[in-house]
């Protein structure tokens, strides 16, 4: 059996869980505990980051690793590209989703977390200790105004800006390259959920996220495009995806 070594609320762990959803395979998830919990991820991989990835003797880490990995051994759905100008799109995208995408939506996240004590409780894994948690929700908001302050508002307009594009385009085309599912759709939609967070988040978080984007009548179209994605991943059998 597959093991997903994961943080519940990681973009980079939902964009594996994704995949394996797509491609219908069984797996079990280990939830890692920040910090202790990341001694044995690091024993397993010699790194402390999830998600990880064990397969009997075989430890992959990099969510983009796993995904490679897991294409190898479940063709279907195809999920990267063969063709080469759609296959250096799809990597394209994927990266610019991991890295840009991802830091910029993470900047949103603790903006919005600094001014909802519920967001930041919600945030915390299900089963932290109930007695802590009182206590990080209602934590001085000093230290995390601080950290907002020392960001200036250049992230929130370019983030903006991309995701109206692609709210735009998936208006009339229901994948970001060729004509099915990829990776390049994956890797976005994982990360949108930090703007507006879907049912499969769980109760406590599903439709908190970051003012601005989760009721930006703008963005609806790209919210959609995401919720519709998590249905199909779940329901429909991946030959037909
Ligand atoms: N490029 C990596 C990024 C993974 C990553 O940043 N994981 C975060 C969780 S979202 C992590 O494990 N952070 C813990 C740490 O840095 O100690 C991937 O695609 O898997």
């Known amino acids: 059996m597959l093991e997903l070594y994961q943080f519940q609320h990681s973009t980079f762990c939902l964009k594996v869980r994704m995949v394996l959803q797509a491609k219908k395979m069984s797996y079990r998830t280990i939830e890692i505990f920040p910090g202790l919990g990341q001694v044995n991820v690091f024993k397993l991989s010699g790194q402390r980051k999830v998600p990880l990835l064990k397969d009997e003797e075989n430890v992959i880490a ?85 950290l907002t302050q020392a960001m200036n508002n250049e992230t929130s307009n370019t983030l903006l800006n991309n995701l109206e594009k692609i709210a735009t385009l998936v208006k009339t085309k229901q994948w970001l390259v060729g004509n099915s599912l990829s990776i390049a759709d994956i890797a976005v939609a994982a990360q949108l959920s930090l703007l507006c967070f879907p049912a499969s988040s769980g109760e406590n978080l599903f439709g908190k996220g970051c003012p601005g984007y989760k009721d930006n009548p703008r963005l609806e179209p790209l919210f959609q495009w995401r919720n519709n994605l998590e249905q199909l991943l779940l329901a429909k059998d991946p030959t037909e995806i």
């Open 62 to 146: 990099d969510s983009s690793a796993i995904i490679e990995y897991l294409e190898n051994i479940t063709k279907e759905p195809q999920l990267i590209p063969s063709e080469p100008q759609e296959s250096t799109n799809a990597h394209i995208i994927e990266d610019w989703a991991d890295t840009t995408l991802a830091k910029d939506i993470r900047i949103e996240l603790v903006r919005a977390a600094a001014i909802d004590p519920s967001l930041r409780e919600a945030l915390l894994p299900e089963d932290f200790p109930e007695s802590f948690k009182g206590l990080i929700s209602n934590l001085p908001l000093e230290f995390m105004t601080g």
